[in-house]
């Protein structure tokens, strides 16, 4: 334990030492002096909170409680690092941590996601910071991009690969040929997925991520109920190589955009053009697009997760704590979602009101006069149809007599496409439900 | 202008109204609500130093001087922002400001690149901020990342596409095949070259921020004298082709690398494997990779030239100051350049004591065993051929009675590749002196 007087030292209380939290303790203990030449202060880890203690924390002079709530009461920690994950007990504890007057860092993305208003309102009070960078797209520093780097801009729209699980089992979809199920079993073995794979695979990992992202795009209330979620459980090889084929890929995106309508703030696979930069982001990494009036398209790369590049934001967070003084108890320096004063004139949009072009595949019976049929339909509609393909049926569909048409439409309201596409599955020549997946073109709805 | 109490206004004061100058008025006082809302200050400009004085000034009620100085001597300035370019007055004009107790927000990457240390080592002396995010990398918050968001890592390296006009350049040569001197004209046309493109096309630029990058990642002095510079004037659409054969492209870098014998710095034309992420990166766009031990490899893109792009950081840089307090003359909180304390241990490496694998391209005589003989050289100084390209003659090569072979090497020192291209071009067989390009793989030197 370092020998400095407490004014050099910045005391941080540890709560978790699962895979982050592990990480993080070996960063700070490996890298004090490193870190110490770049603050001028000692980062210490004075408590550390743990179910599994061991003998090493005891060598290093670190008190051990089995309850974390010791960490959030104990008077010589500034600093609580909340890595439990989870919302029971991790909000009780950062808002106990709060009231006591302490920092708080976390990692913790459905946390910020779902309770960061309440949470943020009693750090206000309280005049203490609550740093969450390493909550979304682990090692980027995307939030500090946001809230700092890209403070001169009003942001138009963001668009991110954020959810490392899923980009690697649509990377290795698309490489290997291999279908949805597969793959997912393969992630799971080499531990690039959990057991349940839900929380990735169906969204809502991403969904907490791009709540704290737009909150901090637009300056608006994190509004974790009001987002529109889909996950890559439907994507099918035949999908990506229709999109291929179509000079695009699908990634899995979370897209959100101030229009003059609302804001956009929805999750879900997108075909995107080959030729865009985050299109050939590939594997468990990931990347966010910023459009700024200003600075015009940024984009962030890197890993979105891992032990390594999560604890990686945590201390760069402690960094910046320390470094604008421990004792600044006026918390509101940087504001907690990049903004004083948080909009309330902005409504989060519902996804039958967001307008797209659209990718359809649809099996239909092999007659004559189908296509005629559905652009029948998609011009009723006001759907103008952009690219097709189709070919001869073969496997499945030879012996179904079915045939896969796949469409590129123009832009058109979402819940317009949803009604074409009912009727669309109305049609005695149409085999199957209709697949539909979104079509990103990085435009602005502002001028 | 503003109504608030001094308290709650940052006064600032604004040197040069050209492109970039321009940009920055434009976005503070269309944007000033915005911005207040962000910071919870206002921004005001109070003070405009021109050549050129414009009627809209006096009815913003701002101050116009003809003489910069005056900007630096009036009490009523909080920051002085330096956007003229250049050396003088700009040096003297910075030292004055800071003398007066301002905070300095500079766009001006030779300045920092060359005089920074004499201007950081006032500043701490006055406990003021000189910021400068907008030298490096235009609208690219890629200082903020090095000296904030990645501040728990271990820099290993980092590589950048920091000129966009060579960038430009090279994009055109490769999509068009027109060679150098031809796209050089069109980029000029078009505003993406100067008139004296020197500065762009042969390095300097991308060396001055360069040098700017280096020292934050590795907390070291600015050390511009002892940079390795070459520009992209002797890249022929040939090379453009024969690296994409071989499925590299060829990127102007900017490299800087830690190594057990010193430090990589050193900007050159540079063969990318086109599976890597920047090597997609075209056009006057700008990116670069950042490899920290905790974070991994992290990657930054976006516009790195233009008014808009750069104003946008240079607000950035002024949204910092008001955030942590405009009177808050601690000044260091967090240093200049990334450290508290410079490293003084960490030599500049000469070019000759690099490491590398490199592309030759060597004109020879059509004779039997040319080849051989070439590859005995190479082989006598311990260096592997990794790949070949030799075709029939044609065009200028069939007049001569010369055969273009083009070869990648292993890895090499680099003054062993220069005595055996001596050798080389020192055969009889040999036509012409040896084109030469550094191959880039994106390796750690250190554990």
Redesign the interface.
């Known amino acids: 334990m370092s020998q400095e007087s407490d004014k050099q030292r910045l005391r941080i209380g540890l709560c978790g030492l699962g895979t982050v939290g592990g ?1 993080t303790l070996r ?1 700070l203990t490996t ?1 004090q002096a ?2 110490t ?4 202060m000692t980062l210490d880890i004075v408590h550390v909170a743990t179910r599994r203690p061991d003998a090493s924390l005891q060598e290093l002079g670190i008190r051990i409680s089995q309850d974390v709530f010791d960490v959030a009461r104990n008077p010589d920690v500034d600093i609580l690092v909340e890595l439990m994950g989870g919302f029971e007990p991790a909000l009780e504890l950062v808002l106990l941590a709060i009231e006591n007057g302490k920092h708080v860092v976390t990692a913790n993305k459905a946390l910020i996601a779902v309770h960061g208003n309440v949470i943020f309102e009693a750090a206000r009070k309280k005049g203490v910071v609550v740093a969450y ?1 390493s909550a979304v797209a ?4 995307i939030i ?2 946001l809230r ?7 942001i138009h729209w963001l668009a991110g690969i954020i959810n490392g699980t899923s980009n690697y089992i649509l990377t290795e979809m698309g490489e290997r040929k291999r279908d949805f199920p597969e793959v997912l079993k393969e992630a799971q073995q080499l531990g690039y997925a959990e057991a349940d794979p839900t929380f990735d695979v169906e969204g809502i990992d991403a969904a907490h991520k791009l709540t704290i992202l737009a909150a901090n795009a637009f ?1 608006i209330a994190l509004q974790f109920e009001k987002i529109y979620t889909e996950g890559i459980s439907k994507i099918t090889t035949a999908d990506i190589a229709y999109a291929e084929e179509l000079g695009y890929r699908i990634k899995h995106l979370g897209i959100t955009r101030i229009t003059p309508k609302g804001i956009e703030l929805r999750v879900h696979p997108t075909l995107v053009s080959e030729r865009q ?1 985050i299109a ?2 590939n594997g468990v990494m990931n ?1 966010v697009v910023v459009k ?12 979105g997760a ?1 032990a ?2 999560t ?6 967070d402690l ?2 704590i320390a ?3 421990k004792d600044d108890r006026t918390g ?4 907690p979602l ?4 948080l909009r309330t004139d902005l409504e989060i949009l519902d996804i039958s009101e967001i307008e797209s072009e659209y990718y359809l595949r649809i099996s239909a019976y092999d007659r004559v006069g189908v296509m005629a049929k559905i652009s029948q339909v998609l011009t009723n509609y006001g759907i103008n149809i952009e690219a097709v393909i189709q070919k001869e049926p073969h496997g499945a569909d030879l012996e179904k007599g079915t045939v896969p048409m796949v469409l590129l439409t123009s832009r058109i309201l979402e819940k317009t496409m949803d009604i074409a596409i009912g009727v669309i599955e109305s049609l005695d020549e149409v085999a199957d439900s209709v697949t539909r997946i979104r079509v990103e073109l990085f435009n602005d709805e502002i001028a």
Do not use: C, M, Q, W
């Not at 030449?37 to 001028?40: L, N």
């Not at 509101?332 to 504001?335: C, H, K, L, N, Y």
């Open positions: 990480g960063l890298k490193e870190i030449r770049r603050v001028g960078e682990g090692g980027i520093p500090k991009a700092e780097g890209l403070a001169a801009n009003s300056g930069l050939n982001v990347a700024g009036d200003s600075a015009g398209s940024t984009l962030y790369y890197g890993a891992g390594n590049a604890a990686s934001s945590v201390v760069a960094i910046d470094r604008a003084g509101s320096v940087i504001p990049a903004f004083s004063n």
